[in-house]
């Protein structure tokens, strides 16, 4: 219906419409409008996850990459696709991949190659002994080489030639790969690892001597010639081991045993190992036994020829271990020297003696006692001064004499001879011990403030058997005489002996002839009738008549 009026007339328009017909438009409407908003939901969210993906999956990959750089896996890289920030950062993890693997190649070079040879170090060799022990079925030696007396290399031509020589010798052995020896390496110092197949004990023999000869040949050094002495220790598989550890730790027990012995080769030896063992035990033993007093001295005395009375007597320590027993002096004593506790001992032994005195001379009796000394104690002006305040300290009269291996007075002359004379103005005698195993000349003892020579018990013991040792000994004697220098004999075993010596114009005699070493109440007690029972008789001195 539509209705019309003028132009100051209203019009009224109708339409008849069905409100059903409405609903439904509406309805489609809504539902396209929903349709649509989803799609653009999921459009934007696929959108979103890829552009998501495509930012976190490098990410991931990073993350997970760190983590197996965690474990060490330093090879890994990372691939540059694009080069915005994502492929900087891939670059710059590459290039700290490299960095590292760099460092980690350089770290196991340093750990298992030798810096100064090139060859394989300690810890490489024993890879390689197990790797040869799992892989191969076959007997083997593992060889400890050692380059005798090389200090005398670096000391004559320095460190940087004596480098140079041990490169030379890496290089020979080198050569001998793989047709003679199947590994190389060079251990601390001057020695040389080898891993040697072998078939036979003769083979194994024939190896060594090939290895010697090629290693021992002249090395020039500027204008100069070296000729290189070496040797071997060694410990066989499965003999002597059945893992790298344990053979080369015998190849070390070994080589030491070579050292020792002064031998070529020397193969490996349970023995050794248990004497070693003990050795080191009883080094580390030996400091408790200073403090804690299981030292003991023992007294060996001194007959005078002239008179038949004991004027003298030897101080000789000895160890009684808690639970060893009596350890043997030419035991401990070496093992004294080595750990540098040789001058304690020699002190609390001085100490003791002339406690020992300060209680005799109370009770009337009056001995010199002779103590052993090191080399080293009379080389240096601490132990002379050590003396030198027992005596300041001492309240009685100090009857004491030092006695010093013959070879240890040659060895620094200048010094030792400042300090005898020292100890001589002290008023402690002096005495030459083993006289006859040294290389003293005549010259030089003439010039030492010595009182006595003591001729070594070996000259003296073979008087028994062979006319040459009595030449020799009456010849010590007489050169003694010769000097002003009062002689005794040590080793005094049989009665032949001492009547020979006394013939013989040998001044003072000791061994077992006379007595034993003797704890201090023993030594005390025999004093008293010992010298009356062995019922001697004085016998002419045929040297005042020749």
């Known amino acids: ?132 022990i799992q892989k191969e079925n076959r007997t083997f030696a593992v060889a400890m080489m050692n380059i005798a007396d090389f200090h005398y290399v670096n000391d004559c031509f320095g460190f940087a030639e004596g480098d140079n020589v041990l490169r030379c010798v890496a290089d020979r052995l080198s050569q001998l790969q793989p047709h003679l020896l199947h590994a190389v390496a060079r251990v601390s110092g001057n020695a040389f690892l080898l891993l040697i197949p072998f078939d036979s004990d003769k083979q194994l023999s024939e190896l060594i001597r090939q290895v010697e000869a090629e290693t021992s040949n002249v090395i020039a050094i500027d204008d100069h ?60 033993d030996l400091r408790e036994a200073i403090e804690q007093n299981q030292l003991i001295v023992q007294y060996q005395p001194k007959i005078l020829l002239a008179d038949l009375n004991v004027h003298s007597a030897e101080a000789l320590v000895r160890w009684q271990h808690p639970t060893r027993g009596w350890i043997s002096p030419n035991l401990f004593i070496t093992f004294a020297e080595q750990s540098g506790k040789l001058r304690a001992i020699t002190e609390w032994v001085i ?42 300290d001492y ?67 073979a008087m028994n058997s062979t006319f040459e040792s009595i030449s020799i000994v009456r010849s010590m004697i007489e050169l003694g005489h010769i000097l002003g220098l009062t002689v005794v004999a040590e080793g005094v075993e049989t009665l032949a002996c001492w009547q020979a010596l006394s013939v013989m114009g040998c001044d003072e005699i000791q061994g077992y002839f006379i007595a034993k070493p003797m704890n201090t109440h023993e030594f005390t007690t025999w004093l008293q009738h010992g010298v009356q029972l062995l019922q001697l008789s004085s016998l002419p001195n045929m040297a005042n008549r020749l």
């Open 1 to 132: 219906m539509i209705e019309q009026t003028d132009s100051k007339q209203k019009y009224l328009l109708g339409a008849d419409i069905d409100a059903n017909h409405v609903q439904q438009e509406l309805r489609d409407v809504f539902l396209q409008t929903l349709w649509l908003g989803l799609a653009l939901l999921l459009f934007g969210s696929i959108v979103s996850w890829i552009l998501a993906a495509k930012l976190t999956n490098p990410l991931r990959r990073f993350s997970h990459a760190v983590q197996r750089f965690t474990l060490g896996e330093f090879d890994l890289r990372m691939p540059v696709k694009s080069h915005d920030e994502l492929g900087n950062l891939a670059t710059a993890f590459n290039a700290m991949g490299d960095a590292l693997k760099a460092r980690e190649q350089l770290l196991r070079q340093l750990a298992f190659v030798d810096r100064v040879t090139g060859l394989p170090n300690r810890a490489r060799f024993l890879e390689l002994v197990d790797q040869f």
């Open 225 to 284: 010639k070296i000729n290189l002495a070496v040797r071997f220790g060694l410990s066989c598989f499965p003999a002597h081991g059945y893992d790298a550890d344990s053979l080369l730790r015998q190849a070390e027990i070994s080589i030491f045993a070579a050292k020792e012995e002064c031998q070529f080769c020397v193969v490996y030896d349970p023995v050794r190992e248990v004497d070693r063992q003990n050795q080191f035990t009883l080094m580390g």
């Open 351 to 392: 100490r003791d003696v002339l406690r020992q005195q300060l209680i005799w001379q109370a009770n009337g009796i009056h001995l010199c006692i002779s103590v052993n000394v090191g080399v080293g104690d009379v080389e240096d002006s601490e132990f002379v001064e050590f003396i030198a305040q027992q005596i300041r």
């Open 395 to 461: 309240p009685g009269q100090v009857n004491l004499c030092l006695e010093i291996t013959e070879t240890g007075v040659m060895r620094q002359p200048d010094l030792m001879l400042k300090n005898l004379n020292r100890l001589r103005q002290l008023n402690i005698k002096l005495s030459i011990d083993d006289f006859g195993t040294g290389y003293s000349s005549f010259s030089y003892l003439a010039k030492m403030p010595i009182n006595e020579l003591k001729i070594d018990q070996t000259f003296v013991m």
